[in-house]
């Protein structure tokens, strides 16, 4: 039917697929009733057949095709020159898939899936977690549910006391992590949130206590920052983390040397913490041209002990010169903390006005002047057919794996 196969495209290289006009000419709407079940749970085996979805086990493992997503989200196709890029666009949502790689691109920015998009019987395949988990919420955030008001957002400075966590020559984690949510608060505060913070001061904090805190409050979330370092003195950068899903490795774990026997869909909260960290990433690099790392999954103890929604930020290497510099000034950590809050605020309108968080390419139209903001209860009135976004160029090193921030 849908056909994004290889063959075709190493023989004839980079072309454009015309994907089953009528299906595609308008996405479907998801205000029907047989559309509003998210992917992980119309994917499920043991849930009722849902037309919408043909799984395709391979291994343990159950996958998507590229076509199947397409038709789902009203995407258009193309793959690149080598066969092994591709592209889902719509002019509202792209999505570009490698081959063999756990690297893509949603809406702009690197996302890390849980496992890499693989080939099968010349189809692109993309794993029913990844679909789920990080694809679905980004695609569609008005389909995350919430069921209160976002109140409360409980801001954690990573570090402190003899616990001094990364250094620069100029200053250290504890102590820039603390500006930020000292900068942070009277900000979020202005857009009637209610703020706690985990610590007000220069003190050692254990982690269990740090989601303890948390975890008293309710109508909130946890927004915890951190600076990176690592031996590689290249490495520089934002990245952004959630917790990993259930059954799935983190973006630090080899995809291919675990098992996983545990293939259960995550909590309601799973989607929440993706979504909250997506929405302040995009805001972040929409604020500030770092080098784009990506949205990733860990299970660090602060998001795996925290029972409501719960992100860590990075904000940048201390181990790198420019980082550093950057990190040490007040005013850069200002528009830090700005974009942040802006990044909070934009996750709360998606919860509970169903608007669409702001993208990076949303932000910089902003800055030079022009701004759309789609209702995503809309459908859009026309599918458009954009050109392919650039490619993104591979990361730079790797922070050091497994350790906790
Ligand atoms: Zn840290």
């Not at 290889?6 to 072309?15: E, K, N, Q, R």
């Not at 000419?25 to 992980?40: E, F, G, L």
């Not at 069921?147 to 966590?165: E, I, N, P, S, W």
């Not at 202005?190 to 913070?197: D, E, H, S």
């Amino acid at each position: 039917m849908i056909a994004l196969r290889l063959p075709a495209f190493s023989i004839v290289g980079a072309m454009a697929l015309m994907l089953a006009g009528t299906a595609l000419a308008k996405p479907r709407k998801s205000s029907t009733a047989k559309s509003t079940a998210t992917p992980a749970v119309a994917a499920k085996q043991d849930a009722k057949p849902n037309a919408d979805w043909q799984v395709i086990k391979v291994g343990p493992r159950d996958y998507l095709s590229a076509d199947n997503i397409a038709k789902f989200y009203g995407l258009l196709g193309n793959v690149d020159a080598t066969g092994k890029i591709v592209v889902l666009n719509n002019g509202r949502n792209q999505l570009q898939l490698t081959l063999n790689s756990r690297e893509a691109i949603v809406n702009g920015v690197r996302n890390w899936l849980c496992f890499p998009v693989i080939a099968q019987n010349d189809k692109f395949l993309v794993s029913r977690i990844d679909l789920a988990k990080t694809i679905e919420p980004q695609l569609r955030p008005q389909m995350i549910q919430r069921k209160a008001r976002l109140q409360t957002v409980v801001l954690d400075a990573g570090h402190g006391g003899f616990d001094k966590g990364a250094r620069s020559g100029f200053g250290s984690e504890k102590e820039y992590a603390l500006d930020v949510v000292r900068q942070l608060r009277p900000l979020l505060q202005a857009k009637g949130f209610k703020v706690i913070l985990t610590r007000e001061n220069d003190v050692f904090l254990p982690l269990p206590l740090r989601a303890h805190i948390a975890n008293q409050t309710r109508d909130s979330i946890f927004v915890s920052i951190h600076f990176n370092a690592t031996s590689n003195r290249d490495a520089t950068g934002f990245e952004i983390f959630s917790l990993t899903p259930r059954g799935a490795p983190s973006t630090a774990d080899d995809a291919l040397a675990l098992s996983f026997l545990n293939m259960q869909a995550g909590s309601a909260v799973d989607a929440q913490s993706f979504e909250l960290s997506a929405a302040v990433y995009h805001s972040m690099l929409g604020h500030i041209p770092e080098f784009d790392r990506g949205i990733k999954r860990a299970r660090f103890a602060v998001l795996r002990l925290t029972k409501i929604p719960a992100i860590l930020v990075e904000g940048g290497f201390l181990s790198e010169t420019n980082d550093s510099k950057s990190v040490a000034n007040p005013a850069w950590r200002a528009k830090l903390a700005e974009a942040i809050s802006v990044g909070i605020e934009n996750y709360r309108n998606v919860t509970e006005k169903k608007q669409r968080p702001m993208l990076v390419a949303d932000y910089r139209a902003q800055d030079s002047g022009g701004i759309t903001v789609l209702n995503l209860a809309e459908p859009p009135a026309r599918l458009e057919s954009s050109p392919a976004p650039g490619i993104v160029p591979v990361s730079n090193p790797p922070a050091d794996p497994n350790k906790e921030p």
